[in-house]
């Protein structure tokens, strides 16, 4: 990680900005759907150009990488086993003192992170299923920094699928709809039960209940 970035500092100077309109007329702002889930301040340095990394040895893009995933490890919350259902919105924003050349694609790397472990590529955070178009709306903008102050703000939010949190006492997992459940004894239309809770704690349900559940729908509204 670069010594001298500071995520404090830089968050500060994020919620700062965000609180006052873009400086340039032109800057717009894409407004965020859903829930925030996770954000990200990134140091500059670690934001390459796509012209810049096409043109570097492996090792070096592989450090990069690397001190990307020891940045955003950290700012990302508990581990993830599953990625968002749905199609995640995400929010980059470059604050430089220079605007990027256009297709500079700087969070490239960054939101490849957000993707799901795949073979060979395991520092992964798991918010995204990947980041083609159908997976994820991805939105990257540029606004004015003071030189020397700049860093990158990455923010990751549930999309148009609100966001369900599991009902079960203390837990804060990120929860599954659950259509119904069939008591074993009685099977009756009446005793279906609708209710939102984790994986984890539907399994528990079950089995401290007997209860069945019909179905599970991710983050969909009953
Ligand atoms: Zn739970």
Same mark, same amino acid.
């Given at each position: 990680?670069?010594?001298?970035?500071?995520?404090?500092?830089?968050r500060e100077?994020?919620e700062a900005?965000?609180?006052?309109?873009?400086?340039l007329?032109?800057i717009?702002r894409?407004?965020?759907?859903?829930d925030?889930?996770?954000s990200?301040?990134?140091?500059l340095?670690?934001?390459?150009?796509?012209?810049?990394?096409?043109?570097?040895?492996?090792?070096l893009?592989?450090?990069v990488?690397?001190?990307?995933y020891?940045?955003?490890?950290?700012?990302?919350g508990?581990?993830? +086993?599953?990625p968002l259902p *749905? &199609?995640?919105?995400?929010r980059?924003?470059r604050f430089? #003192?220079?605007? $990027?050349?256009?297709g500079?694609?700087t969070?490239?790397?960054a939101?490849?992170i957000l993707?799901?472990p795949?073979?060979?590529?395991h520092?992964?955070?798991?918010f995204l299923v990947?980041d083609n178009?159908d997976d994820?709306?991805v939105?990257?903008h540029? +606004?004015?920094a003071?030189p *020397? &102050?700049?860093f990158g703000?990455?923010?990751?939010y549930? #999309?148009a699928? $609100?966001?369900?949190?599991?009902r079960?006492?203390g837990c804060?997992e990120r929860?599954?709809?659950?259509?119904g459940w069939?008591?074993?004894?009685?099977?009756q239309?009446?005793?279906?039960?609708k209710?939102?809770f984790?994986?984890?704690h539907?399994?528990k349900m079950?089995?401290a209940r *007997?209860?069945?559940?019909?179905?599970?729908?991710e983050?969909?509204i009953?």
């Amino acid at each position: 990680m670069p010594s001298r970035f500071c995520i404090e500092t830089a968050r500060e100077r994020a919620e700062a900005a965000l609180r006052r309109p873009p400086p340039l007329a032109r800057i717009i702002r894409p407004r965020p759907v859903g829930d925030l889930v996770a954000s990200f301040v990134l140091p500059l340095e670690l934001l390459k150009r796509q012209n810049w990394s096409r043109h570097q040895p492996i090792g070096l893009l592989a450090r990069v990488k690397d001190d990307l995933y020891d940045v955003m490890r950290p700012q990302a919350g508990p581990p993830r +086993e599953a990625p968002l259902p *749905g &199609r995640p919105f995400v929010r980059c924003i470059r604050f430089s #003192g220079k605007a $990027p050349d256009r297709g500079a694609d700087t969070f490239k790397m960054a939101i490849d992170i957000l993707c799901a472990p795949e073979e060979g590529k395991h520092r992964r955070l798991s918010f995204l299923v990947d980041d083609n178009e159908d997976d994820a709306d991805v939105h990257q903008h540029w +606004e004015p920094a003071p030189p *020397g &102050r700049g860093f990158g703000l990455l923010e990751v939010y549930t #999309g148009a699928l $609100p966001a369900v949190w599991c009902r079960w006492r203390g837990c804060a997992e990120r929860a599954f709809r659950v259509i119904g459940w069939n008591r074993a004894r009685r099977g009756q239309p009446d005793d279906l039960v609708k209710a939102a809770f984790c994986r984890a704690h539907v399994a528990k349900m079950q089995s401290a209940r *007997g209860l069945t559940p019909l179905g599970l729908c991710e983050g969909a509204i009953l």
